[in-house]
């Protein structure tokens, strides 16, 4: 199981911020990413964002990268791809492999270099977001899109029960495996058609079970949450400019640069 | 095959959401209509969403030692048809972007079109399909899951391709690139996560076949036939 960013976010100190602030420093960060033509903007944005998270989320270095390293294989495959293919004109080195010629063009090194800040800019700000903001808390915020009522109460009641079910299938998990249940592959696969069974017999069992609990308490098809009033203090709203300023200025006069 | 955040650039993540966005709301509508006539599905269905999230962040035994993680997603069209399981799979994107950093926001169109649209419709086709020609239940589930994987798989190398075209050759090029390098994990990837989703309907016939009943998935004599076959 992989890291549940959640659990960082609970206890994050940036927890209690306003919701609509973080957001819209995120989609920003996100957006200006993007539309960048120089990979210089998304970069800037990267050590922005992660400073943020490290600094004022206090999340710990060493975990903090490991995340970062995520996305690693897919991107690298990716941007390697790109850089070979990607853009024309005079190779920068090329080789010869079972009578193909590969190369890399300025154009595709360019273009792999931009898309490799970006994916890093967009997943800095993306971490920033799930560090230090539950979901709990992002849940009044889409009360108040227009979406229908019925997609946020399913959305809800997931979140909730992501929780249970993930408890549950490490608790199997962890019995078959003092078994001996994942000792080579044909145990271990058993073993994943057991859990993956009983999850779902369990989990179809549970929700019939929640609905006649939340019938019984005179569920009507709507969950109300509070949402509480969060003021933006100065200091932050000054920081917050200084940052977008930051960004649309290098934005600005990064246009047409590039980097080789 | 989660496409990561910032991959995509300017005019491609925008069109995928423009694909996607008119799919999901449909899928709400359908959801909607549901809801209203049998209140009793939204838990249900908010269960089978947390399942598919479940099961795709667990770990796959992979021969080569890699991880790698089911999607979950042809199982959940089997069970649950294209449109509703455009919405969950939306629901769960975005939660494996928030809680895993799976994927992405701004890739969230593209990632919607190839995992939770274009990938369970279909293998939700090819299982009516093949369960009217009469093809064995399980080799049908194992089919349907495998061929959700690869036209997944293939839609996201459709997606790199034409957002990033090769100088010579242009888009089938650099198709040809992305498929046959993801290929080595994806193919047997796919394989693996049939021979599962075909083994857990397996006992899931054995042990609580009434749900597949409910859900249309298949009908009482054909229950009755792959209890007789077991025993």
């Known amino acids: 199981m992989a890291h549940i960013l959640d659990d960082y976010a609970v206890l994050s100190p940036l927890r209690y911020k306003n919701n609509w602030l973080k957001i819209s420093i995120v989609t920003f ?38 995340l970062l390293a995520a996305p690693a294989s897919f991107v690298i495959v990716s941007v390697v791809i790109i850089a070979f293919f990607f853009g024309e004109g005079a190779k920068l080195f090329s080789f010869d492999i079972l009578g193909y010629t590969l190369g890399v063009s300025k154009a595709g090194l360019n273009m792999a270099l931009l898309v490799l800040a970006r994916t890093l800019g967009g997943m800095s700000c ?32 997931m979140y909730r029960y ?56 005179c569920y009507d098809g709507k969950l109300t949450i509070l949402d509480d009033k969060r003021p933006v203090k100065f200091s932050e709203l000054i920081l917050t400019l200084v940052y977008f300023a930051l960004v649309i200025l ?11 | 095959m989660h496409i990561f955040e910032g991959f995509l650039p300017s005019p491609w993540w925008q069109l995928w959401f423009v694909f996607s966005i008119p799919v999901i709301l449909y899928g709400m509508y359908k959801l909607n209509k549901l809801v209203s006539a049998r209140r009793d599905v939204i ?10 999230f479940v099961l795709s962040s667990l770990k796959l035994p992979s021969v080569t030692g ?3 993680h089911p999607t979950g997603t042809g199982m959940a069209a089997i069970l649950f048809g294209p449109g509703i399981t455009a919405v969950l799979g939306v629901i769960v994107l975005l939660y494996q972007a928030i809680f895993l950093a799976h994927g992405g926001i701004t890739t969230l169109g593209a990632n919607s079109a190839s995992m939770a649209i274009i990938g369970p419709a279909v293998a939700y086709a090819f299982y009516k399909a093949a369960s009217k020609a009469g093809i064995n239940f399980y080799l049908n589930v194992f089919l349907a899951t495998a061929i959700a994987d690869w036209v997944t798989y293939v839609v996201t190398s459709v997606q790199l391709a034409v957002a990033f075209p090769a100088a010579e050759g242009g888009i089938l090029a650099s198709f040809t690139a992305f498929a046959t390098i993801f290929a080595a994990t ?4 796919a394989i693996m ?5 075909a083994l857990i309907m397996k006992y899931v016939v054995q042990i609580k076949s009434d749900v597949l009943i409910d859900l249309n998935v298949l009908s009482t004599s054909a229950v009755a036939k792959l209890k007789e076959a077991m025993e």
């Not at chain 1, 249940?181 to 069974?197: E, H, Q």
């Open chain 1, 29 to 66: 960060g996100l957006l200006a990413g993007v539309s960048s033509n120089s990979p210089l903007v998304p970069f800037l944005v990267a050590i922005c964002m992660s400073f943020a998270t490290l600094y004022f989320a206090k999340i710990p270095i060493s975990f903090y990268f490991k």
């Open chain 2, 43 to 52: 838990p249900l269905l908010a269960v089978a969403g947390a399942f598919i």
């Open chain 1, 162 to 217: 992501i929780f249970v079910f993930l408890d549950v299938a490490m608790g199997v998990k962890y019995a078959q495996s003092v078994r001996l249940g994942y000792k080579d592959f044909r145990t271990s696969f058993k073993s994943m058609v057991m859990l993956g069974t009983n999850l779902f017999i369990r989990s179809w069992e549970q929700g019939e079970k929640i609905f006649v609990s939340m019938n019984s308490r």
């Open chain 2, 193 to 197: 996560e049939g021979a599962l989703t």
């Open chain 1, 126 to 157: 993306l971490f920033f977001l799930s560090l230090t903001t539950p979901m709990i808390e992002l849940f009044s915020v889409l009360k108040a899109t227009k979406l229908p009522d019925s997609f946020l109460e399913i959305a809800m009641m």
């Open chain 1, 250 to 260: 290098t934005f600005y006069f990064t246009r047409g640069a590039s980097v080789i």
């Open chain 2, 186 to 189: 994806q193919v047997p990837l």
């Open chain 2, 66 to 68: 890699s991880s790698s």
